[in-house]
């Protein structure tokens, strides 16, 4: 048993030695990240040798503003970072949190703790940059496709509900100001609420890289009350565009040219069966044969509301509740269990306006749409 639970260590001491080496090669050309090095001669079976490179946490908020940092340029780097990982290199941290960033002296963004990585593909990571070409236009067609392309939409017959719906996000992140509090992790929750009813699907690889987009949003608010996400990522978005556009020689000028003459072809040819398509479906539709399902929307999303309304209102009675046994208690001295009802009272509080955020979320999505 030890020789198997020695080989399983050996492996694992291999395997984040192995990551941080590849890390750090990705980041060799970036001056403002580092990443510590691997004291291959000094690692055993049981003991990973790494460099000592000693930073600043990087939530120390006191500590950095002793040291007369930059904390805006911080979290602009914390998230530059994390685009890089994913749009580029393919290979990121998968557990970006603060205890494993850290600011050295020079100001530049330390790595720790590579046991936690994920890898995109190249397939996947160029539909990544597509989709993220199309967030940045505001194309929400493209977004679609971009979806469809990664496996992480179903199509569907009818899009025009998921198209909307993609619509009203790319809006609030793309306009997304200090003061409107449009989190990540507030979208994430609007998305999940309104989406229930439509065919999304997200790979185990996605949701690690909005679990890190969402730490990296809470620290850069934390580092800067009028961080933007958005705004970090759109020139690095314009820079990644300004690529593509330079990569389109003259070859891949005449490549579009022909795909787009090949569809205008294979349009072409199969018009009369789409001809002949649509008039069967119109004769099934005469003989009664077809069957259409149809969901109603609105009223799945009122239910909705109403369960979140009926959760406030359990909330605000086990609050009161509560806060009259606090009273009760403080008035035969029993201090410490009144104490202990409040802080229930308090918490049930916050849950109810959480709730209450969460149905005025709701309503403006209607409005939206």
């Known amino acids: 048993m030890k020789n198997v639970e020695r080989f399983f260590i050996k492996k694992l001491i291999i395997k984040e030695g192995g990551n941080a080496d590849r890390f750090r090669r990705d980041f060799r050309n970036t001056k403002w990240v ?6 291959w001669d000094y690692t055993t079976e049981k003991i990973l040798t790494l460099e000592y490179v000693p930073g600043i946490k990087i939530n120390n908020l006191d500590l950095l503003d002793a040291g007369d940092y930059d904390r805006s340029q911080i979290a602009r780097r914390a998230v530059e970072s994390y685009l890089i990982q994913i749009l580029k290199t393919g290979f990121f941290h998968a557990d970006p949190h603060p205890g ?21 593909k190249s397939f996947t990571k160029g539909r990544l940059l597509q989709m993220f070409y199309a967030v940045y236009e505001k194309d929400a067609k ?30 609030r992140i793309l306009n997304q100001k200090p003061d409107q509090q449009a989190t990540l992790s507030a979208i994430g929750e609007d998305l999940f609420a309104v989406a229930v009813d439509q065919p999304f699907r997200f790979p185990s690889t996605f949701t690690f890289v909005l679990r890190a987009f969402s730490t990296l949003e809470g620290i850069g608010y934390t580092l800067n009350p009028d961080f933007s996400f958005a705004k970090i ?13 330079s990569k389109r020689n003259g070859t891949s000028i005449v490549q579009e040219i022909q795909r787009q003459a090949n569809d205008a072809r294979e349009a072409t040819i199969s018009m009369p069966y789409k001809i002949q398509r649509i008039d069967e479906f119109i004769q099934q539709l005469d003989a009664g044969d077809l069957k259409l399902r149809v969901r109603v929307l609105e009223a799945e999303r009122a239910a909705r509301r ?21 009273v009760t208690l403080t008035a035969q001295g029993m201090e410490n269990f009144a104490t202990v009802s409040y802080i229930g009272a308090g918490l049930f509080a916050i849950l109810v306006v959480r709730s209450m955020k969460r149905v005025q979320r709701l309503d403006k999505f209607e409005k939206q749409i």
């Open 306 to 326: 109403a369960s979140v309304m009926q959760m406030a209102t359990i909330h605000t009675v086990l609050g009161a509740t509560l806060l009259n046994v606090g």
């Open 142 to 171: 493209k977004v679609i496709q971009s979806l469809i392309d990664l496996g992480a939409l179903q199509p569907t017959g009818d899009m025009a509900s998921v198209r909307r719906s993609i619509q009203f996000f790319l809006d």
């Open 233 to 245: 990522a759109a020139p690095y978005a314009q820079e990644l565009l300004d690529m593509r556009e």
């Open 100 to 120: 494993n960033l850290a600011i050295d002296v020079d100001g530049s963004l330390i790595y720790y703790d590579f046991g936690m990585m994920g890898e995109i």
């Open 34 to 39: 580092r990443v510590p090095e691997i004291y």
